[in-house]
């Protein structure tokens, strides 16, 4: 059975930072692409980084202060810096054979039930 499973959320204040971290089991996801969607209570949910082998993509509004990567085939890793009020929410990993519906958050094949991030200003 494949699960996606978040930790490493928390209240921190506005400048501060936080590591996410996402361990996947049931298979390998050496090939798939994975990543993060984040959700605030009363809004869509909203792509925020991808990675597939060593190509990463980033949300306008995170790009420079997140940093997504991969420590092997089955661990993500999201460092956030910088972060801001507005990166309130809850964070799921996600995990795809498309980059592109990953990205687009189109289909999910996988994902987890994710870690609430709270930045207080």
């Known amino acids: 059975q494949v699960q996606l499973v978040e930790s490493g959320g928390g209240l921190v204040q506005s400048g501060g930072s936080l590591k996410l971290s996402c361990a996947a089991s049931?298979?390998?996801?050496?090939?798939?692409?994975m990543g993060w969607f984040r959700q605030a209570p009363g809004k869509e949910r909203e792509f925020v980084a991808a990675?597939?082998?060593?190509?990463t993509y980033y949300a306008d509004s995170v790009r420079g202060r997140f940093t997504i990567s991969k420590d092997d085939a089955n661990t993500m890793v999201l460092q956030m810096n910088n972060l801001k009020p507005e990166d309130t929410a809850v964070y799921h990993c996600a995990a795809d054979s498309s980059f592109a519906q990953l990205r687009t958050l189109t289909t999910l094949d996988y994902w987890g039930q994710g870690t609430q991030v709270t930045v207080s200003s």
């Open positions: 049931g298979r390998t996801f050496a090939d798939d692409a």
């Open positions: 990675i597939r082998w060593t190509t």
